[in-house]
């Protein structure tokens, strides 16, 4: 089979991570030290927090813990298509804010502003390419969706196009495509593991101490401040904040309101200027499709593609599965880029992958506090984290330095997603509901009840 094919001489390991130039891991933590303010995960958010604490106030004595190295997490491992939502796209926040949509679209915007204000204060080059974001239907009857998302994004102020079959496949050839919508401002892409090491450099040149290869052991309160333990060391702090992701380290109670699954991801090799050609793509969006099991696509600077979107979910969350290193999970992704691209079966994959999605029944970013609140845990994107973490850690730190700040009041940062059932009964659900995913679209029936179930459960997932 050409997905086979394709895959004869891949590299399973993030694209973004493998890099001759890739920084050297900090020191880790051996020995007692204190801290006004503990951040544990060195992943997006996590540097994202260090930073604004410390511009907000430079004499803060700042410590950051990461259990493996900088961007090795989640943070590594996205399609890294950004935009200005954060809380996963505008019709996931009317779906669960409705009350609060003007503030989030406000704070959306204010988000992006600060995101790339940061990148230009300390000359962080991480690829980035602002054209846009493209939403395609597969299928004639998918364009219904586009057209009510073009009304909802129209009516929010946003500056987008609707394109017809013939208007979509001029911006990206694909025979599948029936139309597409296309947002124009402040979105697009970027090298997500270049934007974490930039966030590093950064974080340093404040002064916060970061300490790699320290994993969190336990947390314990000790009245007016935290002590975390880790495999060589102490840490004192008075405010201690968890961005810990999927991995959901810091409280047991966590992982009742999040769930890891896996995303997998292809790397083309770099296109030639004629392979280029038969697909187009001259604006360079970043693409969403309609499907039940979408895809979503990119290009990098160097005109390979990312293809990406097959979910897995494993027994407990593992935190590197080995079924994730075999050609196994990536054959039907691979199958499913050729679908979409037939006019590229030259074209072979070098790089396969996965990355850890902390999903919750909102699909978006939430706060949890712990230890009379000395302790918060800003996670949850659900896999639309590149911008937003910046916002869940300004949220998280705003909740846990106790800021009068009015967004704090509204239901996004003053409620909790709903559980989700412990294992094994999780692991059941998630498969099934990932086996109706995979043959929705082909085979209908009881799966489609099935993610309807699951969506009123909390998790739009069709």
């Known amino acids: 089979m050409l997905g086979e094919r394709a895959l004869a001489n891949v590299t399973f390991y993030p694209f973004w991570l493998d890099r001759p130039d890739a920084p050297a891991p900090n020191a880790r933590l051996v020995g007692n030290t204190e801290a006004d303010l503990l951040i544990v995960g060195g992943g997006s958010t996590g540097l994202w927090a260090a930073i604004l604490a410390k511009e907000a106030d430079p004499s803060q004595n700042v410590v950051l813990i990461e259990a493996e190295n900088i961007a090795s997490g989640a943070s590594g491992r996205p399609g890294a298509i950004v935009s200005t939502s954060v809380m996963h796209g505008l019709h996931n926040a009317i779906r669960i804010f409705p009350k609060d949509i003007a503030t989030l679209e406000a704070l959306g915007q204010t988000n992006i502003a600060g995101f790339l204000a940061t990148l230009d204060r300390y000359g962080i080059d991480c690829d980035a390419e602002w054209n846009g974001e493209l939403t395609v239907a597969v299928g004639k009857e998918s364009t219904p969706v586009l057209r009510q998302e073009y009304e909802l994004h129209k009516q929010h102020g946003h500056e987008v196009m609707l394109l017809d079959a013939d208007e979509t496949r001029r911006q990206l050839n694909s025979p599948l495509f029936e139309g597409g919508l296309w947002a124009k401002k402040n979105s697009g892409t970027l090298h997500p593991a270049k934007l974490a090491w930039g966030l590093k450099r950064a974080a340093l040149s404040l002064g916060v101490r970061i300490h790699e290869y320290t994993p969190l052991g336990e947390l314990a309160d000790e009245g007016g401040t935290v002590v975390a333990s880790t495999r060589d060391g102490r840490i004192r702090a008075g405010k201690v904040l968890l961005a810990t992701s999927a991995f959901a380290a810091g409280h047991p109670h966590i992982k009742k309101r999040v769930a890891m699954v896996r995303d997998r991801i292809l790397m083309t090799q770099p296109l030639t200027d004629e392979q280029m050609d038969r697909i187009g793509w001259k604006n360079r969006q970043g693409v969403y499709d309609t499907r039940t099991q979408l895809n979503y ?38 199958e499913a880029f050729f679908r979409t691209f037939p006019q590229l079966d030259d074209v072979g994959f070098t790089h396969a992958w996965s990355g850890p999605i902390d999903l919750t029944t909102r699909m978006a970013v939430h706060l949890q506090t712990y230890h009379g609140g000395k302790v918060v845990y800003a996670g949850g994107y659900s896999g639309f984290g590149v911008s937003a973490s910046r916002f869940g850690a300004d949220m998280g730190l705003a909740k846990l330095m106790g800021s009068n700040r009015p967004e704090l009041d509204c239901d996004f940062a003053s409620t909790m997603p709903g559980t989700i059932p412990p294992e094994p009964f999780r692991y059941l659900g998630a498969r099934l509901t990932m086996y109706a995913l995979d043959t929705a679209d082909a085979k209908g029936g009881w799966r489609n009840l099935w993610l309807k179930f699951v969506g009123k459960l909390g998790f739009p997932l069709s």
Request: no cysteine.
């Open 297 to 334: 696509m990119r290009l990098t600077r160097d005109n390979r593609i990312l293809f990406g979107g097959r979910l897995g979910y494993f027994f407990g969350g593992p935190r590197d599965p080995r079924l994730d290193r075999t050609p196994a999970p990536y054959t039907r992704l691979a």
